[in-house]
């Protein structure tokens, strides 16, 4: 969870404020306070916005909000949740027996101090909602961020758990996709919440404490992780410690979700708030662990829907050098990957390896070889029509797997001009890529390539450059981006900041991409 943004808080905004008109955006089904979505569903969610409002249901990642409540918001799980025959109610009041008598889940993310607490009264009634069958989803996250630890753990402690005041920080980087804070999880215990689960990422999270057996520890750390405790009294920004191991302090594996039965009903703490949130759903199998936990707190196996209406892109990681979930790096694509997924239309899938199921496959700066399998599973996506994208930097025409990949997808292609010197003036994009319209780009090189068809390329004066060219390959389209600087961090910045002029042409230049691969499918 990154807290660069501070406490702000993100004012609940109706839905049809979200819509974005000239993207074709739609919100589907809203519950405002105290109100509805699917009622005659069998499995009913009451989502808790009386001790927490900051990420929920109506606040979702579209073209014109920012800020970083907004690109952490809930409405792509719950859009999701309604698909699958789920429904649900946010209600701004005190929970009573009542109230809760009327669900079968009960949802509360991540509390914080700007809301009241939980009186007494709310805590009894939650346990005893958990004891004649309910099921409870908690959402923490590290260090006690907003003093959430200290608010959730009077509830957490009736079911024998802790929220602790650590951040899980993993030294390796064969397990932290990102600095210490982001994790990379692989070790799942033998569970229903766990089914089909390779590996879920958190964007910095907490650990949880169990006082009793009973309790199912369903994600660990590695063994080199650590806790980092944050002191308040330091008053280091982002609740965050010091990003080292001191005296005192917990080594791995740390427990970083919960899953317990308690009376008739079932219990699941989660200690990330962002790994469900619209921005990393749909990185590796977080998705999939969001329904797996709906799932078994409401004891049934309704179909887990993909949300079809939409054009489903899948983005390899294994073979990244310059994954969707690097944020760092100036050359990786966090912000791209983002980008894309602001768009209403499309959901991008960044995922661990090649599987079929999508209707296109982009492949964003290969590093590693990909495998026999691998390349038969791309000639299959372009015999069946869909179109596969590889997207190169300035330089990677050196990098053996981006060239063999190259070669495999056009054969026929040869790459002059300069790459190291690049041109910062805007310049107008054209080419059949571009459903007829144009965009601006800044910090682009002098390009050419040969073989197939012009794909988008840039006129400055009498010349032309290339920024994509198109292939018939393998029965079907294969499209080379030969540059991108304009879409990678470096260049894009911030996933939360407002986006200036250029950057969100770019934006628009990356949603027309994905909008001409769907015409064409």
């Not at 994009?429 to 965009?439: I, K, P, R, Y």
């Not at 389209?477 to 879409?487: E, L, M, T």
Request: proline share 4%; glycine share 10%; aromatic share 10%.
């Amino acid at each position: 969870m990154d807290r660069r943004h501070g406490r702000a808080a993100a004012a609940l905004t109706p839905c049809a404020v979200l819509a974005v008109a000239w993207l074709g955006a739609s919100c589907g089904p809203w519950a405002g306070p105290n109100g509805s979505a699917n009622p005659g569903s069998a499995v009913r969610i009451l989502v808790d916005t009386w001790h927490s409002h900051k990420q929920n249901p109506t606040i979702s990642l579209n073209p014109d909000d920012y800020g970083y409540s907004r690109m952490h918001g809930y409405s792509r799980l719950f859009r999701h949740l309604l698909l699958s025959g789920y429904g649900y109610d946010l209600v701004a009041q005190p929970l009573t027996d009542t109230l809760l008598a009327r669900y079968q889940i009960l949802f509360i993310n991540l509390v914080d101090d700007t809301r009241p607490g939980f009186e007494a009264s709310e805590i009894d009634a939650i346990e005893a909602f958990v004891a004649r069958g309910g099921g409870l989803l908690i959402i923490t996250d590290h260090s006690n961020c907003y003093h959430s630890a200290q608010i959730i753990n009077p509830v957490l402690a009736r079911f024998a758990l802790r929220a602790t005041y650590y951040t899980a920080v993993e030294r390796g980087p064969d397990n932290a996709i990102e600095g210490g804070g982001w994790l990379n999880i692989t070790r799942f215990a033998a569970h229903p919440v766990t089914e089909g689960l390779r590996r879920v990422s958190f964007q910095t999270g907490g650990t949880i404490e169990a006082s009793s057996n009973d309790a199912t520890v369903l994600a660990w750390s590695s063994e080199n992780a650590f806790g980092d405790f944050w002191n308040e009294s330091q008053g280091t920004p982002g609740y965050y410690g010091n990003w080292r191991q001191d005296s005192g302090e917990p080594d791995g594996p740390l427990a970083l979700a919960v899953a317990r039965e308690w009376g008739q009903g079932r219990v699941v703490v989660v200690t990330d708030q962002n790994v469900f949130g619209d921005v990393w759903l749909h990185y590796a199998d977080n998705y999939r662990f969001a329904l797996n936990a709906f799932q078994w707190l409401g004891r049934d196996r309704l179909p887990a829907e993909e949300e079809t209406l939409r054009f489903r892109v899948l983005t390899d990681e294994s073979s990244n050098g310059s994954r969707a979930g690097r944020k760092a790096p100036a050359d990786g694509f966090y912000t791209f990957y983002t980008v894309l997924n602001r768009h209403a239309d499309f959901t991008v899938h960044a995922d661990y390896g090649l599987t079929e199921g999508y209707d296109a496959l982009l492949l964003l700066a290969p590093a590693e070889g990909l495998s026999a399998a691998d390349l038969a599973l791309i000639d299959a996506y372009l015999a069946t029509g869909r179109d596969v994208v590889l997207i190169l930097n300035e330089q990677q025409r050196q990098v053996d797997a981006s060239r063999a990949l190259l070669e495999h997808l056009a054969g026929d292609v040869k790459i002059t001009g300069a790459t190291a010197s690049r041109v910062v003036s805007a310049a107008a994009v054209h080419g059949d890529g571009m459903l007829g319209e144009t965009a601006t780009v800044e910090s682009w090189c002098r390009i050419r390539a040969t073989g197939g068809r012009p794909w988008l390329w840039i006129e400055d004066g009498a010349e032309r450059y290339d920024i994509a060219r198109a292939y018939d390959s393998h029965g079907g389209r294969a499209i080379i981006y030969f540059q991108s600087a304009f879409w990678r961090n470096a260049f894009l910045g911030d996933e939360s900041a407002v986006p200036t002029h250029a950057q969100r042409e770019a934006w628009r230049l990356a949603w027309l991409m994905l909008q001409t691969m769907r015409r064409a499918g």
